[in-house]
């Protein structure tokens, strides 16, 4: 039987707290760590279900990954290293993980079978194989969907590749098969995603270049490569960070720090769309980790105004539209998302799980093929459950919506919350959020 979660109408949020590893970052670490050579050893790697299924598919593939009293290490094997997997990969809920894994399994002389929950066997996948089998990947299945059957070759092609839509998992994807095929493969893109895998890239130590190309940026691997083992720290997630943030915003008297998030220029959307709403925000204490930016974030609850966020900001805040519209409900006027047309590919349909949401907590929003308007400003009603639809990201935003609602609000399933935050009830109660399971 699930567990069901309630939020209720709380007092101020104090306090200073810590967020999970970056999910991103913790995902690459691992599969980074597996194709370089020595071992590479990861503080503050994310313990929850999606990365630690990225971890056990690598160790099914020959890599050591072991938990340490100081973290976690890697073993790796070298670029083309990897040998063959006893049995299926299962990813579970994690899409991240699979679709990096099959730039990896691309370049390897294996055939293996990808998996994944029900949820995950219902999200596309055909964007990301479509480069990956010109590249020489041979793909026996639907194509589209999970499960597949995935045949790498060591003679596999560079290739030169446009996105059609921003999409940081297959830019990843192509740049980690790359590592394995001869020559430079180059991946271009007209609107900036997320650069994790350039950085990492870098880190341990293989040639990429980043440049303009007219009106577009084209990213360069060079294959052939060979990578090393190194230290990783991983910053908090900005996305689990997005959660609390939000929860100091629409509880009145509300004042906490986040410390050590990633801020990232490709992940801050969220907070940047935050400031225009007029939140009381401050990145302080900037640092750099693992050669990505980390500072610690200070928030207060204040009066809030709707804003228009435009399509080209999606890249950057793509995981945060459900808790942002959550954040909308509680601000003066209409506040318009546009370019959504992502989250209707997600863990569940986003945008539609989103607006049902919404619509049962009796506030006024509406939804098109790729955008939603919040109409806010007025009492929320509360008093409503919540089907997440196995999205551990409509969980988390609907819990928020509770803490300042008239009445309570249930989430259907408590448990898909450790797929990306497993501290998330507990951090919340610690900051002063009522959370409680519910019986109804």
Same mark, same amino acid.
């Given at each position: ?158 290739? +030169?590749?446009?996105? %059609? #839509?921003?999409?940081?998992? =297959?830019? !990843?994807?192509? $740049?980690?098969?790359? /590592? ?108 750099? +980790?693992?050669?990505? %930016? #980390?500072?610690?974030?200070? =928030?207060? !609850?204040?009066? $809030?105004?709707?804003? /228009? ?112 935050? %497993? ?18």
């Amino acid at each position: 039987m699930l567990q069901k979660l309630s939020s209720s109408k709380s007092g101020p949020l104090r306090g200073v707290s810590r967020v999970p590893g970056d999910k991103s970052i913790s995902h690459r670490a691992l599969i980074f760590g597996a194709l370089a050579t020595g071992r590479t050893h990861i503080k503050g790697l994310l313990e929850a279900e999606d990365v630690l299924a990225t971890g056990k598919a690598l160790g099914q593939l020959g890599a050591g990954v072991e938990r340490t009293p100081g973290g976690w290490c890697v073993t790796g094997r070298g670029v083309g290293g990897l040998t063959g997997a006893p049995g299926k990969l299962d990813f579970g809920n994690s899409g991240t993980g699979a679709r990096l894994m099959m730039g990896v399994i691309a370049g390897l002389d294996i055939a293996t079978v990808f998996t994944g929950d029900q949820s995950l066997s219902s999200r596309p996948m055909g964007r990301v194989l479509l480069p990956l089998k010109r590249m020489g990947l041979e793909v026996g299945g639907d194509d589209d969907t999970l499960p597949l059957t995935l045949t790498g070759t060591t003679d596999l092609l560079p290739i +030169e590749y446009e996105l %059609p #839509v921003p999409s940081a998992q =297959v830019k !990843s994807a192509i $740049l980690l098969a790359g /590592l394995h095929a001869p020559g430079k493969t180059t991946v271009f893109e007209r609107a900036a995603t997320r650069d994790h895998t350039e950085r990492m890239m870098r880190h341990f130590g293989a040639e990429i270049t980043v440049r303009p190309d007219g009106a577009r940026t084209a990213i360069t691997v060079t294959g052939d490569a060979e990578l090393a083992g190194q230290h990783v720290t991983v910053p908090g997630d900005p996305s689990s960070a997005a959660f609390l943030t939000a929860a100091a915003l629409v509880t009145q008297g509300s004042q906490i720090t986040i410390e050590g998030v990633l801020v990232n220029p490709a992940r801050t959307g969220f907070y940047d769309t935050l400031k225009e709403m007029g939140a009381k925000l401050d990145f302080s204490n900037p640092r750099e +980790e693992g050669g990505e %930016p #980390v500072a610690d974030i200070a =928030v207060a !609850s204040g009066p $809030l105004r709707g804003v /228009l966020v435009p399509a080209d900001r999606a890249p950057s805040m793509i995981d945060e539209y459900p808790v942002l519209a959550v954040v909308a409900a509680y601000a003066k006027g209409e506040t318009r998302m546009e370019g959504l047309g992502e989250l209707r590919v997600k863990e569940s349909d986003r945008l539609a799980s989103t607006l049902a949401g919404l619509t049962a907590c009796g506030v006024d929003a509406q939804a098109g093929g790729d955008w939603l308007v919040v109409r806010g400003g007025e009492p929320i009603a509360g008093a409503a459950q919540i089907e997440t639809h196995m999205d551990h990201r409509i969980a988390m935003a609907f819990l928020v919506m509770g803490l300042g609602a008239q009445a309570p609000v249930v989430i259907d399933n408590a448990g898909i919350i450790a797929t990306s935050f %497993p501290e998330f009830s507990e951090i919340m109660r610690g900051l002063g959020a009522q959370i409680e399971t519910s019986k109804a």
